[in-house]
Every structure is written in structure tokens, then in C-alpha cells.
């Protein structure tokens, strides 16, 4: 029976028969032995299924792969051969798409606030679709009015997710065409409207509420004359599964698919995804390293933990689906810890595992996002090392088929 690993790894561990998940134990066994531990398993494949699944949930939307999740070189080439367009923010993210030969036509800077020395590193670049927020931001923009295309960035304050992006960035809508209007006095292109309704969106009531009113916005511009607005950029905020299952992506983008038939027609429509492409793509494995009896309860020490790969338990609010690479034995709750010497250094407080023995593996799955990119060498425990697999395109990764 010829398996492919990746699917085998990113199938939820109560889907996988017996005979699958032992041979994804050897598997995953073999890459620890050659690569060490911890390990972080990239896998393209997943990838280029995500992409595939959101481009056919959102038909028509110009998808920009957000860096800021998972900076990595083989993400960026996988997409880049699967026809993708990159969303970028800072300028280690310019340098890196350019290294792998994007071309800049294929990318937009959306960062709402930047230096002097980021917009021309942008435009140096070759990027010329950059965002602003407020005045301050516009102003900047003025040496640069022959060579730019902007965004105005609109909040939408969203209370029901995790990372609620519109808090620190964005204009409030009502104060987007005085803001349009300033722009044109001075001579300065904006093309269109974007939003970032925040991250891991549990449903899609806020893109649609801000789809609505981007598409009021360009219609009042028009009536008060202003250069008109021909881009809608609806920003990231796909949610995955982590522990809790979300609406599948062709449910969740089936009202958004409704609110973008109503802008003008014509419009240029783009996403910005981070998380739904990233998030599946990796899987971790660390080794347990210690263990000890602590008020009742079996304390094990890993090598890995929130200082490291784990860091988005912290930084994203996000808790993993975790299992041990033992199936066998009875399940008790027991504490996974980290290695550093810090007592915040704690992933799962309360997880059922079977009792486990030093050098043991520990699998994270859904670890692609928000990971190893926030991830510390707090202590001197080297971030996890990143093996990748799948480069080469796999027939075998066709696109789950999604309902119609
Ligand atoms: C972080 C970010 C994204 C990606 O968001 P996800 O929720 O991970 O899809 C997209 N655009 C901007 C401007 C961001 O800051």
C-alpha cells in the first residue's frame, strides 16, 4: 500500500485506521532519526490544497498569500507555481519574495504604517499598491504620488475573533471620504478599499457587513466625484480547525461570494490569506525529555514548548491538537510542559495521553500558522528546525471536493 505521508499527517488522528497511523508513526519516526528534534514537518502539499480550496471558494478574488504566518521560502515557491499573489508587509518580506524571483506585479504592501525608508524599499522593489489609514500616512506618500496606488484601510471592529485586527489599524468608515478627498487634493491615486475583519473569523458575518459598507463608500465617492474606486481587498481571517471544527471554507465564503455580487460590476477583488494556507502545513514533533509525579498527576517536559514552536498558545490565543506518537495504553490527564525554566513554559494544563517514557514523541498538528514565525530561543533552546516535504507537485493533492 503506497501512502502518501502528508496525508497521512494532516488527517485528523480519530479519521486515521489503525494500520494508517502506525505508518505514519514510522514515518514521522524516520524524519525525527535523520533531522533531530524538535522538528517542524512543512508539508507543500497542504499548501497547495489550501490554496486550491479557498481559489474555488472565492471565484473571481485575486488571493495574496499574507507572509506574516509563515515566512518561508518553500510556502512562498509552492504558491508562486500554483499561479499566487503575495500580500507583504515589512521589508524582510520584500526581500525574501524577491529572492525567490516573485514579480512585483504579484504583490501588494499592506502595512498601514510605515518609515520613509520602508515605502521606497517597497517601490524599489517594484510593489506599488501600498495601504494608508490616516493623514499622517497620506502625507508620506507625497514624493511618491507619480508611482503609487493606495488602499484606504477601513476598521471593522470585530468582537468574535480571536485577533481582532481592526482595533489597531484602519479608519473608521466614516471618515473614509473626507480621507479620499484629502488624497485627490493632493494628487495621490487610491484605487480602492481594504479590511482586515481579524483572525481566525468563527463566521462570516463581518466580512459581509464590511463587503456591504466598502460597497456604500465607493458609491458615495462617486456621487461627491471623487477619482473613482475600483478595488475591493477583503483581507485574511479564514478560520481552520484547531481543536473546535469551523464551517467548511466553501460555507464560510458562500455569504461573502453573495456581498461581492453586489459592488459595482467590475470590480478588482483580492484577499489576503494567512492562516487557512499556513496553518495545515505543518505538523510538530517534539521528545519528551523528563518526567515527574506532581500533585497526582504525570508531568512530562518537552523540547520543545511556548517559547518555542508552541508560542502561538501565547501570541494567537490558539490551542493545537496534540497527541502522542504512542497510542498505546490507557489515557490520564497529565500536564505538557516545555524546556525553558519558566513556569509560563506550559502548553496543554490538562491533556488525556497514555503514560509516556523519555524520548517519546509528541505530535502538534495545524502548527503552521503563527508558530515557529513568533517562536524564541528563550534559554538557548534552538527554535525547532523545518523539514520539508512534498516540494515537487503531487498529483495526490487534488482539492478535497467541496460541496456546490
Ligand atoms: C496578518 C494579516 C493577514 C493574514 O491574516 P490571517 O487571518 O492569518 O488570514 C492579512 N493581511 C494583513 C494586513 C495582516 O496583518
Known amino acids: ?222 456621487e461627491l466625484g471623487l477619482p473613482s474606486l475600483n478595488t475591493v481587498d477583503i483581507g485574511g481571517g479564514f478560520p481552520v480547525d484547531y481543536v473546535e471544527p469551523v464551517l467548511p471554507i466553501d460555507t464560510f465564503c458562500a455569504p461573502i461570494r453573495a456581498a461581492l455580487a453586489t459592488l459595482p460590476a467590475g470590480t478588482r477583488l483580492l484577499a489576503e490569506p494567512g492562516r487557512f494556507i499556513a496553518a495545515p502545513a505543518m505538523t510538530a514533533v517534539a521528545t519528551v525529555m523528563g518526567k515527574a509525579q506532581r500533585e497526582g498527576k504525570w508531568w512530562y517536559y518537552l523540547d520543545d514548548g511556548v517559547y518555542g514552536s508552541y508560542s502561538g498558545i501565547l501570541f494567537d490565543h490558539t490551542h493545537y491538537p496534540i497527541d502522542s506518537l504512542n497510542f498505546f495504553g490507557e489515557r490520564q490527564p497529565c500536564v505538557l510542559a516545555g524546556p525553558t525554566c519558566d513556569s509560563i513554559d506550559v502548553i496543554e494544563e490538562n491533556i488525556l495521553l497514555p503514560e509516556l517514557h523519555n524520548g517519546d514523541l509528541i505530535i502538534g498538528r495545524m502548527m503552521g500558522a503563527y508558530t515557529s514565525a513568533t517562536a524564541t530561543e528563550f534559554n538557548f533552546f534552538r527554535k525547532a528546525s523545518i523539514v520539508v516535504i512534498n516540494q515537487t507537485h503531487n498529483q495526490d493533492c487534488a482539492v478535497v471536493p467541496l460541496s456546490a
Open 1 to 222: 500500500m503506497q501512502l502518501n505521508l502528508l496525508e497521512v499527517i494532516h488527517t485528523p488522528a480519530d479519521s486515521l485506521d489503525h494500520q494508517d497511523s502506525l505508518i505514519e508513526a514510522e514515518r514521522i519516526k524516520r524524519l525525527v532519526a535523520i533531522h533531530g528534534s524538535p522538528l517542524l514537518i512543512l508539508d507543500c502539499n497542504a499548501v497547495r490544497r489550501q490554496y486550491r480550496a479557498l481559489q474555488q471558494a472565492l471565484p473571481g478574488v485575486q488571493l495574496h498569500y499574507a507572509l506574516k504566518p509563515l515566512p518561508h521560502a518553500d510556502v512562498v515557491t509552492t504558491l508562486m507555481e500554483e499561479g499566487a499573489c503575495f500580500d507583504l508587509a515589512t521589508n524582510g518580506e520584500v526581500d525574501l519574495v524577491a529572492s525567490l524571483g516573485v514579480a512585483p506585479t504579484n504583490t501588494i504592501h499592506t502595512h498601514p504604517i510605515k518609515r520613509d525608508s520602508d515605502i521606497r524599499h517597497a517601490l524599489g522593489f517594484g510593489c506599488n499598491t501600498l495601504v494608508f489609514d490616516n493623514q499622517d500616512e497620506l502625507l508620506k506618500f507625497v514624493p511618491y504620488r507619480d508611482q503609487v496606488k493606495l488602499l484606504l484601510r477601513v476598521s471593522f471592529r470585530s468582537l468574535a475573533t480571536k485577533v481582532d485586527l481592526s482595533k489597531k489599524f484602519g479608519c473608521r468608515p466614516e471618515d473614509a471620504l473626507s480621507l479620499l478627498a484629502q488624497a485627490a487634493e493632493l494628487g495621490i491615486c487610491v484605487t480602492g478599499l481594504s479590511f482586515h475583519v481579524g483572525s481566525q473569523a468563527l463566521d462570516p458575518s463581518k466580512h459581509v457587513e464590511a463587503i456591504r459598507a466598502c460597497g456604500e463608500i465607493i458609491r458615495q465617492a462617486a
